[in-house]
């Protein structure tokens, strides 16, 4: 499922030569030699350390590979809140920028930094630079949805980015985030042209840019101009699974975070217009919102915060996975379809690469509790199997060896192994 991207979408299925498997991606025994003697050392950068999600879970594997075959010179962000975030993040060493000086900076006033985050990203490229006169580095790889993927790597050394979108305050939601508050609004209105243009013109920062999906692969295209290679997110197959022994009900399931782009409320509209039962599973900034307008109505449950568990208990009783978002990939509605559970989906984003009409789900053109209510009546029936085998394509396991491909590659190129 590593494709190059060029200006228009291409099949995701994976190209492998005759001979396939891991030959085809580029894996092997290890990763070579580094320049310095030993493992090759690769610095690691994510844009902040402040709570798990999913860009937090492709850093964790990342990471898991690089401990594996690779040796870790370290990983850097611009702020840390300095609190666990899982095992194999949490013993890296982990450097952060000067924004951490900034009371407040690792907390929500993060967000608020913005005009500050080129300075940042600089500190950090000469914080690597100075790493690198050191001990050589040979690697740097970034996760990026906000800014690092603009850090420059030592001399002689690649630089993978795994860019889950172009930063969405300057490129397709400015709009969005400036209604949040006026100092965002006057940040981007005064700043945003300047970030723009830095943020395109770092792009030429990176050897190799890799995308969570195909429409994050036209966004890097639009917003950079540069082609990339759409390496799908790892979801975990091995615990989202289906069980034979719990029946399905029929209610409607909404999960995730709940925030505006979200459209939770369209779900819920369009579930009473069916007569239908719904859960929200999930927190977020509009539960009180959609508590307010919607809670103590009958068929309208608010689970709230869920454990995994629970979660998957859920996948496996739904109905369906109403999903009325655009998102750039959208991990839930394959965590669904590998417990079974068929998604009903707005036809845009991360979704045309997550579900298949008419066999793991159905999808609606039009954002309405009418286009949904339409769309979960021509649900496909009987979809459980198909759904388990299509989530497979996304499991930890695909991700792992197509991530060593990709850094197999990147340091050959370099001349490392």
Not at 364 to 370: G, I, K, L, Q, R
Request: with cysteine; aromatic share 6%.
């Amino acid at each position: 499922m590593v494709d190059t991207f060029p200006a228009t979408p291409v099949s995701v299925e994976p190209s492998i030569p005759e001979g396939g498997g891991e030959r085809a991606l580029g894996l092997g025994s290890g990763w070579g030699v580094g320049r310095g003697g030993g493992k090759p050392r690769v610095a690691l950068v994510h844009d902040w350390l402040c709570g798990y999600r999913g860009g937090e879970a492709v850093l964790e594997r990342i990471a898991g590979l690089v401990i594996e075959h690779g040796e870790p010179a370290g990983l850097w962000v611009m702020v840390s809140d300095g609190k666990g975030v899982a095992p194999g993040i949490d013993s890296l060493d982990v450097r952060t920028s000067v924004l951490q000086e900034i009371p407040g900076g690792s907390g929500k006033l993060r967000r608020h930094l913005l005009p500050l985050y080129p300075r940042a990203v600089e500190d950090i490229s000469e914080q690597i630079a100075a790493e690198h006169r050191r001990r050589t580095i040979d690697l740097v790889i970034s996760t990026s949805s906000a800014a690092v993927k603009g850090v420059r790597a030592p001399a002689g050394a690649g630089h993978i980015c795994y860019c889950h979108t172009p930063a969405r305050y300057l490129w397709s939601q400015t709009a969005e985030y400036g209604s949040k508050s006026w100092i965002a609004r006057i940040g981007l209105g005064v700043c945003g042209s300047a970030l723009r243009a830095w943020d395109r013109g770092t792009a030429a920062n990176v050897t190799v840019f890799l995308a969570n999906s195909r429409h994050t692969a036209g966004e890097i295209e639009r917003c950079y101009g540069r082609a990339s290679s759409v390496v799908f997110p790892p979801v975990r197959t091995e615990f989202f699974t289906p069980d034979a022994s719990v029946q399905r009900e029929d209610f409607w399931l909404v999960a995730g975070a709940l925030e505006p782009y979200k459209q939770t409320d369209l779900a819920i509209l369009a579930a009473q217009r069916a007569g239908a039962e719904i859960v929200i599973a999930g927190m977020g900034s509009q539960l009180a919102a959609l508590k307010r307008r919607f809670g103590g109505i009958p068929r309208v449950r608010f689970a709230g915060r869920t454990s995994d568990e629970e979660l998957r208990d859920l996948y496996r009783r739904a109905r369906v996975l109403v999903f009325p978002q655009v998102e750039d990939f959208g991990i839930v509605a394959v965590e669904a379809q590998a417990c079974g559970l068929a998604v009903a989906a707005r036809r845009a984003g991360g979704a045309l690469d997550t579900v298949i009409e008419g066999r793991t789900g159905v999808f609606f053109d039009e954002a309405t509790p009418e286009g949904i209510v339409e769309a979960v009546g021509r649900l496909p029936v009987g979809a459980e199997v198909a759904c388990r085998e299509h989530a497979m394509r996304f499991s930890e396991g695909r991700f792992d060896a197509e991530i060593e491909g990709v850094i197999r590659n990147t340091l050959g190129i370099k001349g490392v192994g």
